[in-house]
């Protein structure tokens, strides 16, 4: 069966009872700041879920192109994709679990005739805030579904909101429990590599979810606190490309109709057979999915660019000629030509015939400095050079390599790297990337470099020390200048006398002091004319604007330490700053003294 024949399918089954058919959104959503991407079909239905009415009622159906770029780095097997179809109902307040379990039942079985002894179920287990889902155990047990096939996970898994488990939602997010469906390919044996036994949500690939019916029913409201939203909603995802393998009874997405003209040109075009090797495997489907993604991000009007959507488009077509540099081990070739067609996704495309040799273009941009980069790679493999963050961020700077380029290289040559390794690299990588990006920009947005942890104990550092001045000094003491990097606080300030060695010495004993007693610190936004009554300093002739954040350092706003005007960060607590030392005192001006600041301990 096709692909558009599922999706048929599906809409017309919840029309038939009684949904809307609403149209799919862009995959940028305009409105949105909050994420690069539609990644589901109910983001841009979070207002109604909340509460607000939908002016074409409260059953509704859709099919969302979406895009998920924390998958990408498991594109390559046979299921995970960046962009994908997610089919999906709603009920706004209307029904619950017992239709919506009952309906997506009878979709799978009896509409795409999969065989209900090969459908596993999952439900939430329950934990100290949210009761286990006992009710859709009653559903499922109801439907057929045996006592074996249905499985209780934690938050981890039968937990959904945007953002993940409850602790990870912020204030605000809306979320709830789950219960998933998984289809059981009997003809795959489970990979004692990931377990030792084998179960649903097991990575091995015996199972594939194909449908998640999400009961949309909590707000997150402060720590560790759930409301009830004002109605109980149903959000069902179910990812196209999957369920169409499933019904072909194959695990591969890769498989079915919307890849398989693709994956056949490359094969032609490459000289190699699908299926013939892992490696080269590997490689088509990475080269498809993300042809397949930067071609709808173009359609939907992103283009390449250093930052947000456009930098993940720039990724995918790097990523995706890189991989045509493994497979053909020849760095002369570009991107192939590919046609894909519109794939019959219901969405507007915007002038489709150009996106081909966009996407053509900047790939032949990425394709010399391949060869370049390359050779570096190859090279500190050959000569067993140790791998450090400097040489990969020196890969990005001058050739364009993103760092999970570098490393998909180098583990193909055999080098191994463990998650740890990898979480220091991109740490490393950060701040190098951020430090070029100030130093080039000569930004020092409110006198900071960046934000590393040294910055922001030396911010918070540079509050308590002007603070400790006007304790000692007097309140003349105001900040005329402040400039902190990684290796010191620079900070300006008005006195007529040069400072004595005693008064140094007292301020920083009293910084120290502080530091030591490991006060919080928090802030407090407020009306600016508020905020001045309070006796929080401020730069006087500074323009702020009508409502400001005043940080304070201790437990009590009114008898805290320190109040300063400032826009952050900093952090949570003095005793994160450890200690500091003041390295020199300098006259600048008649009547204005610099003084610099040192972590010290
Ligand atoms: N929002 C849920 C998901 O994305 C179900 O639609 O899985």
Excluded at 420 to 447: I, M, N, P, Q, Y
Aim: hydrophobic share 35%.
């Amino acid at each position: 069966m096709k692909a558009s024949e599922v999706r048929k399918r599906y809409i017309d089954f919840f029309v038939e009872r009684g949904h809307r058919q609403i149209p799919a959104a862009p995959l940028v959503l305009p409105d949105d700041p909050t994420t690069l991407f539609t990644s589901s079909g109910m983001q841009p239905l979070v207002p109604y879920l909340m509460g607000e009415p939908y002016p074409a009622g409260k059953r509704l159906v859709d099919s969302q192109p979406s895009i998920r770029t924390v998958d990408i780095d498991e594109v390559g097997d046979n299921r995970h994709l960046t962009f994908f179809e997610m089919l999906g109902n709603w009920s706004l307040g209307d029904y619950f679990k017992k239709e919506q379990l009952a309906w997506i039942f009878e979709f799978f079985t009896k509409e795409l005739s999969l065989p209900a002894e090969r459908l596993w179920v999952s439900v939430f287990e329950g934990n100290n805030q949210v009761p286990k889902d006992q009710e859709s155990v009653e559903v499922w047990e109801k439907l057929g579904i045996p006592e074996k096939r249905i499985c209780y996970y934690g938050v981890e898994k039968n937990w959904w909101s945007r953002s993940g488990t409850p602790v990870q939602m912020p204030v605000g997010e809306i979320g709830g429990p789950d219960s998933e469906v998984f289809f059981e390919f009997t003809q795959v044996k489970h990979d004692s590599r990931y377990g030792k036994t084998c179960h649903p949500n097991c990575d091995c690939g015996r199972f594939l979810e194909i449908g998640n019916s999400v009961f949309m029913q909590y707000k997150k409201v402060g720590d560790n606190k759930l409301e009830e939203l004002p109605n109980k909603n149903v959000d069902f995802g179910g990812g196209l490309e999957r369920i169409t393998a499933v019904v072909n009874n194959t695990p591969d997405v890769f498989a079915t109709d919307l890849f398989k003209p693709v994956i056949k040109s490359l094969e032609e075009l490459f000289k190699v057979n699908y299926g013939d090797s892992e490696e080269n495997d590997r490689s088509l489907r990475i080269i498809a999915d993300h042809l397949r993604a930067a071609y709808m991000l173009i359609a939907n009007d992103v283009l390449s660019s250093n930052k947000t959507q456009g930098y993940v488009l720039r990724r995918l077509i790097r990523r995706s000629v890189l991989h045509v540099r493994l497979l053909t081990k020849s760095d002369r070739l570009g991107l192939p030509v590919v046609e894909f067609g519109s794939f019959g996704i219901p969405i507007r495309l915007k002038d489709t015939n150009g996106v081909g040799s966009i996407i053509q273009e900047e790939a032949g941009k990425f394709v010399k400095a391949l060869g370049r980069g390359m050779k570096k790679l190859e090279e500190a493999v050959s000569k067993k050079e140790k791998i450090t963050g400097d040489f990969v961020f020196d890969l990005y700077q001058t050739d364009g390599f993103p760092l999970e380029i570098s490393l998909e290289v180098l583990e193909r040559h055999g080098r191994e790297f463990t998650e740890e390794d990898k979480k220091l690299f991109e740490e490393d990588f950060e701040k190098h990337k951020e430090t070029s990006r100030t130093t080039s920009a000569g930004v020092f947005k409110g006198g900071l470099a960046d934000h590393s942890a040294e910055v922001i104990k030396l911010h918070t550092a540079t509050h308590l020390l002007l603070a400790s001045l006007r304790k000692v000094l007097g309140e003349h003491v105001v900040q005329k200048g402040q400039n902190i990097t990684r290796e010191r606080a620079r900070f300006d300030f008005p006195n007529p006398e040069k400072l004595t060695d005693e008064q140094i010495k007292k301020v920083e004993g009293m910084v120290n002091e502080v530091i030591k007693k490991d006060l919080p610190v928090n802030f407090k936004v407020m009306v600016k004319e508020e905020a001045e009554k309070t006796g929080a300093i401020h730069a006087f002739g500074e323009k702020y604007a009508d409502t400001v954040k005043v940080y304070y350092v201790g437990e009590n706003f009114d008898t805290a330490f320190s109040k300063e005007f400032c826009g952050g960060p900093h952090v949570s607590s003095t005793g994160k700053i450890g200690g500091v030392r003041i390295k020199k005192v300098e006259t600048i001006g008649v009547n204005l003294r610099r003084m610099y600041v040192v972590l010290d301990g």
